[in-house]
Nanobody
């Protein structure tokens, strides 16, 4: 059974940090490109970070310099380190994995709320 399980969300004050994790199972994670996507109320879905199966990283301009993405294929996990958080970062964050055979998997999402 394919699963992507996000964790690490929560409430944080502006300027604070959170680390999101995405744990994968049921498919060949190491052959997958993985991205973090966020959805805020009333806003379009936004891809914030991508890490390919060979480790190429792309970070959205809106979070560049504040967010970093990394993966550990031995543990089938991807992390999103979020620093200097802003209220505009408030959203549900989803993990997405796309395999070499173009299967597409989504996690259930984790809420990040940045508020004083």
């Amino acid at each position: 059974q394919v699963q992507l399980v996000e964790s690490g969300g929560g409430l944080v004050q502006p300027g604070g940090s959170l680390r999101l994790s995405c744990a994968a199972s049921g498919f060949t994670f190491s052959n997958s490109d993985v991205k973090w996507v966020r959805q805020a109320p009333g806003k379009e879905r936004e891809v914030v970070a991508i890490i390919t199966r060979i480790g190429i990283v792309n970070i959205a301009d809106s979070v560049k310099g504040r967010f970093t993405i990394s993966r550990d294929n031995s543990k089938a996990t991807v992390s999103l380190q979020m620093n200097r958080l802003k209220t505009d970062d408030t959203a549900v964050y989803y993990c997405n994995a796309r395999t070499m055979t173009f299967s597409n998997y989504w996690g259930q999402g984790t809420q990040v709320t940045v508020s004083s």
